[in-house]
């Protein structure tokens, strides 16, 4: 079984709490709608989380 970039930006929803936990459903759609569906490593990753979780949004 692979890892789609929806549950990689889900499980850190769920990892960052609060209103992020909440909102992990749209956080892993928004991903999707942005960036598609294959998994992300490293850097790439983390320019995802930067863009999902920026910090204005909630």
Known sequence: MSVTLAAQVHAEAIRRGGVWK???????ALAVKWYGRRPCKAEDLQTVFGEIFRTDRT
Request: glycine fraction near 0%.
């Open 22 to 28: 909440a909102r992990a459903d749209e956080c892993a």
